[in-house]
T-cell receptor, first 111, second 115 residues
Framework: RKEVEQDPGPFNVPEGATVAFNCTYSNSASQSFFWYRQDCRKEPKLLMSVYSSGNEDGRFTAQLNRASQYISLLIRDSKLSDSATYLCVVPRGGSQGNLIFGKGTKLSVKP | DAGITQSPRHKVTETGTPVTLRCHQTENHRYMYWYRQDPGHGLRLIHYSYGVKDTDKGEVSDGYSVSRSKTEDFLLTLESATSSQTSVYFC??????????????FGPGTRLTVL
Protein backbone atom coordinates (compact mmCIF):
# COMPACT_ATOMS: atom_id res chain seq x y z
CA ARG A 1 0.00 0.00 0.00
CA LYS A 2 1.29 3.48 -0.83
CA GLU A 3 1.97 5.85 2.07
CA VAL A 4 -0.99 8.04 1.14
CA GLU A 5 -3.25 7.39 -1.80
CA GLN A 6 -6.11 9.44 -3.17
CA ASP A 7 -8.36 9.22 -6.20
CA PRO A 8 -7.04 12.06 -8.40
CA GLY A 9 -10.43 12.81 -9.94
CA PRO A 10 -11.46 15.16 -11.33
CA PHE A 11 -14.83 15.09 -9.69
CA ASN A 12 -17.25 17.24 -11.68
CA VAL A 13 -20.45 17.88 -9.71
CA PRO A 14 -23.35 20.33 -9.92
CA GLU A 15 -23.98 22.94 -7.27
CA GLY A 16 -25.86 21.51 -4.32
CA ALA A 17 -24.50 18.00 -4.78
CA THR A 18 -22.91 15.89 -2.08
CA VAL A 19 -19.46 14.58 -2.91
CA ALA A 20 -17.08 12.31 -1.02
CA PHE A 21 -13.34 11.84 -1.36
CA ASN A 22 -11.44 8.85 -0.09
CA CYS A 23 -7.89 8.43 1.12
CA THR A 24 -5.97 5.36 2.26
CA TYR A 25 -2.77 5.38 4.25
CA SER A 26 -0.15 2.81 5.17
CA ASN A 27 1.18 3.93 8.57
CA SER A 28 -1.11 2.20 11.07
CA ALA A 29 0.51 4.13 13.94
CA SER A 30 -0.74 7.51 12.72
CA GLN A 31 -2.89 9.28 15.30
CA SER A 32 -3.87 12.44 13.48
CA PHE A 33 -4.86 13.25 9.96
CA PHE A 34 -5.55 16.38 7.98
CA TRP A 35 -7.41 17.57 4.93
CA TYR A 36 -5.99 20.57 3.11
CA ARG A 37 -7.54 22.59 0.34
CA GLN A 38 -5.44 24.02 -2.48
CA ASP A 39 -6.77 26.51 -4.98
CA CYS A 40 -5.15 26.81 -8.38
CA ARG A 41 -1.73 28.48 -8.14
CA LYS A 42 -2.10 29.02 -4.39
CA GLU A 43 -0.64 27.45 -1.28
CA PRO A 44 -2.31 24.53 0.51
CA LYS A 45 -4.52 25.62 3.40
CA LEU A 46 -5.68 23.52 6.32
CA LEU A 47 -9.34 22.56 5.99
CA MET A 48 -9.86 20.05 8.81
CA SER A 49 -7.98 18.00 11.36
CA VAL A 50 -9.16 14.49 12.26
CA TYR A 51 -8.01 12.98 15.53
CA SER A 52 -10.66 10.46 16.56
CA SER A 53 -13.38 8.82 14.52
CA GLY A 54 -14.32 11.99 12.72
CA ASN A 55 -14.88 15.71 12.66
CA GLU A 56 -17.61 17.96 11.30
CA ASP A 57 -17.42 21.62 10.36
CA GLY A 58 -20.50 23.01 8.67
CA ARG A 59 -20.91 21.35 5.30
CA PHE A 60 -17.70 19.38 5.69
CA THR A 61 -17.39 16.03 7.47
CA ALA A 62 -14.21 14.03 7.81
CA GLN A 63 -14.37 10.41 8.91
CA LEU A 64 -11.63 8.06 10.00
CA ASN A 65 -11.64 4.28 9.90
CA ARG A 66 -8.48 3.09 11.64
CA ALA A 67 -9.14 -0.59 11.08
CA SER A 68 -9.24 -0.09 7.32
CA GLN A 69 -6.68 2.78 7.37
CA TYR A 70 -9.09 4.94 5.47
CA ILE A 71 -10.08 8.61 5.70
CA SER A 72 -12.91 10.31 3.90
CA LEU A 73 -14.04 13.88 3.32
CA LEU A 74 -17.71 14.56 2.64
CA ILE A 75 -18.89 17.89 1.26
CA ARG A 76 -22.61 18.57 1.38
CA ASP A 77 -24.50 21.19 -0.61
CA SER A 78 -21.49 21.92 -2.83
CA LYS A 79 -20.80 25.55 -3.72
CA LEU A 80 -18.95 26.93 -6.73
CA SER A 81 -16.33 28.17 -4.28
CA ASP A 82 -15.60 24.59 -3.19
CA SER A 83 -13.84 24.01 -6.51
CA ALA A 84 -10.25 23.19 -5.57
CA THR A 85 -7.87 20.31 -5.04
CA TYR A 86 -8.23 18.49 -1.71
CA LEU A 87 -5.10 16.98 -0.17
CA CYS A 88 -5.13 14.12 2.30
CA VAL A 89 -2.25 14.44 4.79
CA VAL A 90 -0.84 11.89 7.21
CA PRO A 91 2.02 12.22 9.73
CA ARG A 92 5.16 10.37 8.70
CA GLY A 93 5.88 9.38 12.28
CA GLY A 94 8.80 10.32 14.51
CA SER A 95 9.38 13.42 16.56
CA GLN A 96 10.07 15.85 13.73
CA GLY A 97 6.42 16.24 12.80
CA ASN A 98 6.96 15.58 9.12
CA LEU A 99 3.85 15.09 7.03
CA ILE A 100 3.11 12.98 3.97
CA PHE A 101 0.87 14.68 1.42
CA GLY A 102 -1.38 12.83 -0.96
CA LYS A 103 -1.35 13.98 -4.55
CA GLY A 104 -4.80 15.46 -4.18
CA THR A 105 -8.30 15.05 -5.54
CA LYS A 106 -9.54 17.76 -7.87
CA LEU A 107 -13.12 18.97 -7.45
CA SER A 108 -14.96 21.12 -9.95
CA VAL A 109 -18.41 22.38 -8.96
CA LYS A 110 -20.49 23.54 -11.91
CA PRO A 111 -23.52 25.87 -11.92
CA ASP B 1 -2.52 33.88 8.63
CA ALA B 2 0.67 32.25 9.91
CA GLY B 3 2.86 35.24 9.08
CA ILE B 4 4.95 33.49 6.42
CA THR B 5 6.41 35.30 3.45
CA GLN B 6 8.53 33.99 0.62
CA SER B 7 10.82 35.84 -1.73
CA PRO B 8 11.08 36.12 -4.60
CA ARG B 9 7.57 35.07 -5.63
CA HIS B 10 8.63 34.42 -9.21
CA LYS B 11 12.05 33.81 -10.69
CA VAL B 12 13.40 32.82 -14.07
CA THR B 13 17.02 31.76 -14.20
CA GLU B 14 19.40 29.89 -16.41
CA THR B 15 20.86 26.43 -16.00
CA GLY B 16 24.00 26.43 -13.93
CA THR B 17 23.32 29.60 -11.95
CA PRO B 18 22.96 29.62 -8.16
CA VAL B 19 19.56 30.53 -6.76
CA THR B 20 18.52 31.31 -3.20
CA LEU B 21 14.93 31.36 -2.02
CA ARG B 22 13.99 32.97 1.26
CA CYS B 23 11.30 32.07 3.75
CA HIS B 24 10.53 34.49 6.56
CA GLN B 25 8.20 33.93 9.51
CA THR B 26 7.17 36.36 12.21
CA GLU B 27 5.81 34.02 14.91
CA ASN B 28 8.93 32.36 16.27
CA HIS B 29 8.06 28.83 15.15
CA ARG B 30 10.81 26.30 15.75
CA TYR B 31 10.16 24.00 12.80
CA MET B 32 10.34 25.16 9.19
CA TYR B 33 10.10 23.16 5.97
CA TRP B 34 10.83 23.50 2.27
CA TYR B 35 8.70 21.58 -0.24
CA ARG B 36 8.49 21.44 -3.98
CA GLN B 37 5.28 20.74 -5.85
CA ASP B 38 5.18 19.29 -9.33
CA PRO B 39 2.31 17.88 -11.40
CA GLY B 40 1.84 14.20 -10.70
CA HIS B 41 4.01 14.25 -7.60
CA GLY B 42 2.23 16.36 -5.06
CA LEU B 43 4.18 18.06 -2.30
CA ARG B 44 7.60 16.60 -1.59
CA LEU B 45 9.83 17.55 1.32
CA ILE B 46 13.25 18.92 0.38
CA HIS B 47 14.76 19.93 3.73
CA TYR B 48 13.51 20.94 7.11
CA SER B 49 14.83 22.74 10.17
CA TYR B 50 14.12 22.12 13.84
CA GLY B 51 16.01 25.12 15.16
CA VAL B 52 18.72 27.63 14.41
CA LYS B 53 21.54 25.82 12.62
CA ASP B 54 19.64 22.51 12.93
CA THR B 55 18.56 21.11 9.59
CA ASP B 56 17.95 17.73 8.02
CA LYS B 57 17.23 16.24 4.63
CA GLY B 58 13.85 15.36 3.24
CA GLU B 59 12.96 12.94 0.46
CA VAL B 60 14.24 15.04 -2.48
CA SER B 61 17.27 16.88 -1.10
CA ASP B 62 19.79 16.24 -3.89
CA GLY B 63 20.89 19.50 -5.49
CA TYR B 64 19.59 21.63 -2.63
CA SER B 65 21.10 23.07 0.53
CA VAL B 66 19.55 25.07 3.33
CA SER B 67 20.61 27.40 6.09
CA ARG B 68 18.95 28.78 9.17
CA SER B 69 21.02 31.37 11.00
CA LYS B 70 18.01 33.06 12.62
CA THR B 71 14.72 31.63 13.86
CA GLU B 72 12.73 33.74 11.43
CA ASP B 73 14.60 32.94 8.22
CA PHE B 74 15.05 29.65 6.36
CA LEU B 75 16.98 29.81 3.10
CA LEU B 76 16.90 27.27 0.28
CA THR B 77 19.80 27.31 -2.17
CA LEU B 78 20.13 25.63 -5.52
CA GLU B 79 23.88 25.61 -5.97
CA SER B 80 23.72 25.08 -9.74
CA ALA B 81 20.17 25.18 -11.03
CA THR B 82 18.98 22.53 -13.49
CA SER B 83 15.83 22.39 -15.59
CA SER B 84 14.54 19.54 -13.39
CA GLN B 85 14.37 22.04 -10.53
CA THR B 86 11.73 24.07 -12.31
CA SER B 87 8.91 23.87 -9.81
CA VAL B 88 6.79 25.68 -7.27
CA TYR B 89 8.54 25.91 -3.91
CA PHE B 90 6.58 26.21 -0.70
CA CYS B 91 7.87 27.01 2.73
CA UNK B 92 5.91 25.85 5.78
CA UNK B 93 5.98 26.16 9.54
CA UNK B 94 4.86 23.62 12.11
CA UNK B 95 2.19 24.91 14.44
CA UNK B 96 1.36 23.27 17.74
CA UNK B 97 -2.34 22.47 17.63
CA UNK B 98 -2.92 21.32 21.17
CA UNK B 99 -4.21 18.02 19.79
CA UNK B 100 -2.36 14.78 19.16
CA UNK B 101 -0.90 16.04 15.89
CA UNK B 102 0.75 19.26 14.79
CA UNK B 103 -0.17 20.66 11.43
CA UNK B 104 1.71 22.90 9.02
CA UNK B 105 0.95 26.27 7.51
CA PHE B 106 2.33 27.34 4.18
CA GLY B 107 3.77 30.43 2.63
CA PRO B 108 2.46 31.72 -0.71
CA GLY B 109 5.08 29.88 -2.78
CA THR B 110 7.82 30.75 -5.25
CA ARG B 111 7.52 29.84 -8.91
CA LEU B 112 10.96 29.02 -10.23
CA THR B 113 11.71 28.43 -13.89
CA VAL B 114 15.14 27.18 -14.93
CA LEU B 115 15.80 27.64 -18.64
Amino acid sequence: RKEVEQDPGPFNVPEGATVAFNCTYSNSASQSFFWYRQDCRKEPKLLMSVYSSGNEDGRFTAQLNRASQYISLLIRDSKLSDSATYLCVVPRGGSQGNLIFGKGTKLSVKP
Amino acid sequence: DAGITQSPRHKVTETGTPVTLRCHQTENHRYMYWYRQDPGHGLRLIHYSYGVKDTDKGEVSDGYSVSRSKTEDFLLTLESATSSQTSVYFCAIRATSGGPGDTQYFGPGTRLTVL
